[in-house]
């Protein structure tokens, strides 16, 4: 695909519904000359002289989308979740690694000399703290929740001048995530208890995860998050159990191990003491899918897989496998799509 670059000049629209406000931001009418606003999630406008030469990353989901517009060659410094992700790291093989997502260390990111830091919302501030005294600006869009994922996506189109591919990538996304929408309407959504990544911690109904069960009428039982117990599972009795650890630890989960991690984690749950009696349990509802497909730019596929094990193929034939296969056709990557989600659909 010719990934055509282009800026596009920020329209910012501010919407307020149930007392939150959503900034919706249309970059695709920019040119690639001049100065350019890079609007965030929360509104607030980061301009630059030009667009950036020099970037550093610290979220890999922002990283993926870099990927995705073709534009990592602009990536000078990367966190260790980065460096360390078995996907992401080869596209930056030059980057420094600056450390910590969250606490990175401020003399390698001045080493690396860029005019854009890429960070998380919730550091964003530490973060431009310890930069004062310099030129380096940061920008929050870390791409991890459904909620921000096209604002954001475009955020990061307008900063690495590849506002057209942020088009086609919000374009792709939303066309997935409405097509489950409109498949899921005058359904009846079954209960489930997500499991995060550590055994009985509940994901709540603020978690970006849960935000994927919401688009397809699912009812979060612990809507609270927090740790919970067999017996509170129980008596929830849920009818479907799925656990969302990283891509690494469905791999391998223990060190050594020659079966595979989501094998050892579905067993580990079927196979949880004082759960037997649950209906999840009872009817074989229990599901691992992969972090990757529930938070950051994938999380149009954990939609559609949580739609497949609920209800069945969409109207349309289309699977999670087929939605992950054109996403790496669309957009020239080879991401893993046949071992998301386990047992295999």
């Given at each position: 695909?010719?990934?055509?670059?282009?800026?596009?000049?920020?329209?910012?629209?501010?919407?307020?519904?149930?007392?939150?406000?959503?900034?919706?931001?249309?970059?695709?009418?920019?040119?690639?000359?001049?100065?350019?606003?890079?609007?965030?999630?929360?509104?607030?406008?980061?301009?630059?002289?030009?667009?950036?030469?020099?970037?550093?990353?610290?979220?890999?989901?922002?990283?993926?989308?870099?990927?995705?517009?073709?534009?990592?060659?602009?990536?000078?410094?990367?966190?260790?979740?980065?460096?360390?992700?078995?996907?992401?790291?080869?596209?930056?093989?030059?980057?420094?690694?600056?450390?910590?997502?969250?606490?990175?260390?401020?003399?390698?990111?001045?080493?690396?000399?860029?005019?854009?830091?890429?960070?998380?919302?919730?550091?964003?501030?530490?973060?431009?703290?310890?930069?004062?005294?310099?030129?380096?600006?940061?920008?929050?869009?870390?791409?991890?929740?459904?909620?921000?994922?096209?604002?954001?996506?475009?955020?990061?189109?307008?900063?690495?001048?590849?506002?057209?591919m942020a088009k086609t990538?919000?374009?792709?996304?939303?066309?997935?995530?409405?097509?489950?929408?409109?498949?899921?309407?005058?359904?009846?959504?079954?209960?489930?208890?997500?499991?995060?990544?550590?055994?009985w911690s509940a994901t709540?109904?603020?978690?970006a995860y849960s935000l994927?069960?919401?688009?397809?009428?699912?009812?979060?039982?612990?809507?609270?998050?927090?740790?919970?117990?067999?017996?509170?599972?129980?008596?929830?009795?849920?009818?479907?159990?799925?656990?969302?650890?990283?891509?690494?630890?469905?791999?391998?989960?223990?060190?050594?191990?020659?079966?595979?991690?989501?094998?050892?984690?579905?067993?580990?749950?079927?196979?949880?003491?004082?759960?037997?009696?649950?209906?999840?349990?009872?009817?074989?509802?229990?599901?691992?899918?992969?972090?990757?497909?529930?938070?950051?730019?994938?999380?149009?596929?954990?939609?559609?897989?949580?739609?497949?094990?609920?209800?069945?193929?969409?109207?349309?034939?289309?699977?999670?496998?087929?939605?992950?296969?054109?996403?790496?056709?669309?957009?020239?990557?080879?991401?893993?799509?046949?071992?998301?989600?386990?047992?295999?659909?």
């Amino acid at each position: 695909m010719d990934k055509n670059k282009g800026i596009a000049l920020a329209i910012v629209i501010v919407i307020v519904a149930a007392g939150a406000v959503y900034v919706l931001v249309d970059n695709t009418g920019n040119n690639n000359s001049g100065s350019i606003s890079v609007t965030q999630y929360d509104g607030k406008v980061v301009t630059f002289d030009s667009v950036p030469d020099r970037i550093v990353c610290l979220s890999t989901y922002a990283a993926e989308i870099i990927i995705l517009y073709g534009a990592e060659d602009r990536v000078v410094g990367i966190s260790s979740s980065v460096a360390t992700n078995a996907e992401l790291a080869p596209y930056f093989a030059d980057a420094v690694n600056v450390g910590s997502f969250s606490s990175p260390t401020t003399e390698l990111i001045i080493s690396a000399d860029p005019q854009a830091v890429i960070t998380y919302s919730s550091s964003n501030d530490a973060i431009i703290e310890s930069l004062s005294g310099t030129s380096i600006k940061c920008v929050a869009a870390e791409c991890s929740s459904m909620a921000k994922m096209t604002v954001e996506a475009t955020a990061i189109g307008v900063l690495v001048g590849q506002s057209e591919m942020a088009k086609t990538y919000c374009d792709f996304f939303e066309n997935i995530v409405d097509t489950v929408t409109d498949a899921v309407k005058g359904k009846t959504g079954p209960t489930v208890y997500m499991e995060s990544f550590s055994t009985w911690s509940a994901t709540g109904s603020s978690s970006a995860y849960s935000l994927v069960l919401d688009a397809v009428g699912g009812t979060n039982c612990f809507p609270g998050g927090g740790t919970v117990s067999a017996d509170s599972v129980t008596s929830m009795n849920p009818e479907y159990i799925i656990k969302t650890p990283t891509k690494v630890s469905m791999t391998n989960k223990g060190s050594g191990s020659t079966i595979a991690g989501a094998e050892i984690y579905y067993d580990e749950i079927m196979g949880q003491a004082g759960l037997a009696s649950v209906d999840a349990i009872i009817n074989d509802n229990v599901y691992i899918i992969c972090s990757q497909l529930v938070g950051g730019p994938r999380c149009f596929a954990g939609v559609v897989a949580m739609y497949n094990i609920f209800y069945g193929d969409l109207p349309s034939g289309t699977d999670v496998y087929d939605v992950l296969l054109d996403y790496n056709e669309t957009f020239d990557v080879d991401f893993s799509y046949a071992d998301m989600v386990y047992p295999l659909l």
